[in-house]
């Protein structure tokens, strides 16, 4: 027998709920921190401190992307 995929955040224990529903948004930005953070380290180191603001500048604009059309 398949389990379904939906999940009702209205029934039971609302801590277990809300935190199976946490823990993907949670991962997510997590990997949205590391891949700018080893962007800033590659630019950092190669191309200088130039490019390094512009990287730091735009972060914020490709993070708020990434939350709009996710």
Known sequence: MA????MDLT???PFRSLL???IPV?????FQLF???ADSVIVGK???ADSLAAV???SII???FCILFY
Do not use: D, Q, V
């Not at 389990?3 to 939906?6: A, I, L, N, T, V």
């Not at 949670?26 to 997590?30: K, Y």
């Open 20 to 22: 199976k529903f946490a």
């Open 62 to 64: 490709i993070y708020l």
């Open 35 to 37: 891949y700018t953070l």
């Open 46 to 48: 190669t191309l200088g």
């Open 26 to 30: 949670i991962l997510g930005n997590l």
């Open 3 to 6: 389990r379904s995929k939906e």
């Open 56 to 58: 730091g500048s735009t």
């Open 11 to 13: 029934t039971g224990n």
